[in-house]
């Protein structure tokens, strides 16, 4: 079985500034995926970001990247020019390699207000 | 908008009743999975439905059960309700490809469940 952890239970960052979210997990499988997914209060829950494990190099999408640590087992994300609207609930995940897409462990999450 | 519907929006039952949960995938998606997430925490795999078998089962007791149907929406029904069992319940579908991954679960807006 594989466990995620979110150390940080809340994160707050001025507009515009840089932020990162730390996330450690713990797994015996060579093969598998993590993702940052955002749940604004809407509760839907967005996917921001994903990583193969196989992949050295850190996943970008737009502003938002990833500093993957395969050997520590650390998979921080980074949000570059923070907005209002990245205002939310993180959650990083961990998908098994062979598993079907949908059956992901997620972390307790991280609350980020970002302030004007 | 992710396309994934889920009814009601918001339920209120008695401790020891039933509930049915309902869920309309994406459109050309076969595979519908269910999560609990208590209030403050991380999303727990309930089980995952597959062409209208099930694909897989988390930690939770056998009250908790689900059906697919031919059009891949999905119902998750709880027994004996306790408590403990007062949360929000997302569902997510998804489309495993050649590439399992390559397929991105979209998540529904959830419904919140209060047990009383």
């Known amino acids: 079985a594989q466990t995620v952890t979110q150390s940080q239970p809340e994160m707050s960052v001025q507009e515009a500034e840089t932020v990162t979210l730390s996330c450690t997990y713990d797994t015996s499988e060579s093969n598998y995926y993590l993702f940052w997914y955002k749940q604004p209060p809407s509760r839907q829950m967005i996917l921001v970001i994903r990583q193969e494990a196989y992949k050295q190099q850190n996943a970008t999408e737009n502003r938002f990247s990833v500093n993957f640590q395969k050997a520590a087992k650390s998979f921080s994300l980074k949000i570059s020019d923070s907005q209002l609207g990245d205002t939310a609930m993180y959650f990083c995940?961990?998908?098994?390699?062979?598993?079907?897409?949908?059956?992901?462990?997620f972390g307790q999450g991280t609350i980020l207000t970002v302030h004007p | 908008e992710t396309g994934v519907t889920q009814s009601p929006t918001h339920l209120i039952k008695t401790r020891g009743q039933q509930v049915t949960l309902r869920c309309s995938s994406q459109?050309?998606?076969?595979?519908v999975s269910w999560y609990q997430q208590a209030l403050g925490q991380g999303p727990q795999f309930i089980f995952q439905?597959?062409?209208?078998?099930?694909?897989g089962r988390g930690n939770f007791p056998p009250r908790f059960s689900g059906l697919q149907f031919p059009n891949y929406s999905s119902e998750l029904n709880v027994n004996a309700l306790e408590l403990d069992d007062s949360a929000l319940y997302l569902c997510?579908?998804?489309?495993?490809?050649?590439?399992?991954?390559?397929?991105?679960?979209?998540f529904g807006q959830g419904t919140r469940l209060t047990v009383v």
């Open positions: 997510a579908s998804s489309r495993p490809g050649q590439r399992r991954w390559d397929t991105e679960a979209f």
């Open positions: 439905y597959y062409r209208e078998e099930e694909n």
């Open positions: 459109s050309g998606h076969n595979t």
């Open positions: 995940a961990f998908l098994a390699g062979g598993t079907s897409y949908g059956k992901l462990t």
